[in-house]
């Protein structure tokens, strides 16, 4: 058995930066990620004046329930979904100043709209550069008092999770009801994380309510990320091996461990304990029909494995994979085709029949997920390459070594 250490995740240690950075008085974050997004998140914080202290193990930061100590600032969000929507959402809350947002080509192209017109909806000045609903964007923050919103998160979770986040910063707080909701376990994440900084926020069915009032400090430990784990968990599976992840089990708060059950109906053998995940191959991957729209970061993890399957794998419900870093659906069925893989595509699924992949040059499109999927996929198919290696800096910057190190350690096995 191999036993893997996954960096912490990415979405947990965003939203323990913001809550941080609202909290009253001074948090430690243990084993946070550190990778561009996450650096890129402390960094925007560090612009707007909250102090940040960067240590190996642990990030320390200095809560300023008032709003940032900068009345105007320039912030660069990188290629960062969760900065580029949070930031902006934290300083709408501020009694005072002016914020400018921007960011990446890449993130420049991701929608904003419905995270924008809400923050408007409540009074916030909030004005584009250019395209409307997406970055660059100045906010002239003059506080918020709240009140009732109605909100579509069909194409991202983040844009209810930074309102959520923002309701206790309000003067009232906020009732949102949401008509459209997608990848709904970040949002208990989200809901699991604000109760640890000490709010509780009443759900019924798509309503939340959420009191204002605050956060407080707290020590916070970040779990491993459950969607990176994606590949190691697959690479077993793909192999004939065996992977045990610690520090993701029954208690974990990321959905995205679910995708061990997707695994599990391939044939896969899953042990989720207290404290940590086994995930052991049977020598054999069954074509499956599964929807992914709660758990759609790891789709591309499954695409990539479908081909060594015995039968046809249909991913559905799927269309948010077409507004992430790239269109990561017509990204997979592209790299599939190259590789002599048949594949069929529709608005919002993917099905791939079983075949004999050929060694190419996989298009990333810049974004980290497509590479460390097809890493997987290379564990069958040697000689994968990639026009862009680099950009798993975003999640998990020293992915090729360690999981060169898992393979041989595999290998051995």
């Known amino acids: 058995m191999t036993v893997i250490d996954i960096p912490g995740s990415k979405s947990v240690t965003a939203r323990a930066l913001f809550l941080a950075a609202a909290a009253d008085g001074t948090t430690t974050l243990l084993r946070p990620l550190r990778s561009d997004d996450t650096e890129g998140f402390a960094e925007g914080l560090m612009n707007l004046g909250y102090a940040v202290e960067q240590e190996a193990d642990r990030w320390r930061v200095e809560g300023r329930p008032a709003g940032p100590a900068a009345t105007e600032a320039d912030v660069y969000c990188r290629d960062g979904a969760t900065t580029a929507r949070f930031l902006p959402t934290l300083v709408a809350a501020a009694a005072s100043g002016t914020y400018r947002f921007d960011a990446s080509a890449q993130m420049r192209r991701r929608p904003l709209a419905p995270l924008t017109r809400a923050l408007t909806a409540l009074g916030v000045d909030l004005r584009h550069g250019g395209e409307e609903g997406h970055h660059p964007l100045t906010v002239r923050a003059a506080g918020i008092e709240g009140g009732e919103l109605t909100l579509d998160a069909g194409e991202s979770s983040q844009y209810l999770t930074a309102l959520l986040m923002l309701g206790p910063l309000t003067a009232k707080g906020l009732r949102i009801e949401v008509t459209e909701l997608v990848s709904a376990p970040y949002v208990e994440i989200t809901l699991a994380m604000m109760r640890d900084f000490g709010v509780e926020v009443e759900r019924e069915g798509n309503t939340f309510t959420v009191p204002p009032g605050g956060y407080r400090a ?13 590949y190691f968990f697959a690479a077993a599976a793909l192999t004939g091996r065996e992977v045990t992840v610690p ?43 599964v929807n992914m729209r709660d758990i759609s970061d790891t789709m591309p993890t499954l695409a990539a494995i479908a081909p060594y399957a015995d039968g046809p794998v249909t991913i559905e419900d799927v269309a948010n994979t077409r507004v992430k870093e790239c269109d990561r659906l017509e990204a997979c069925a592209e790299n599939l085709r190259a590789m002599g893989v048949t594949v069929h595509t529709g608005p919002d699924r993917i099905e791939i029949h079983p075949g004999t992949p050929k060694p190419t040059e996989i298009a990333t499109h810049g974004d ?30 020293r992915f090729h070594e360690v999981f060169a190190d898992f393979a041989h350690d595999l290998r051995g096995r």
């Open 247 to 289: 520090g993701l089990g029954t208690g974990a708060l990321q959905g995205d461990l679910r995708f061990v059950d997707v695994l599990r109906d391939m044939g896969a053998e899953v042990a989720v304990g207290a404290d940590a995940t086994t995930v052991r191959s049977t020598g054999r991957l069954r074509g499956i029909t």
């Open 368 to 397: 980290h997920r497509i590479v460390m999927s097809f890493a997987v996929a290379g564990l069958r198919t040697p000689g994968l390459t990639y026009d862009d290696p680099g950009c798993v800096r975003k999640t998990f910057p």
């Open 218 to 230: 707290t020590a916070y430990a970040v779990e491993p990320d459950a969607s990176t784990a994606s």
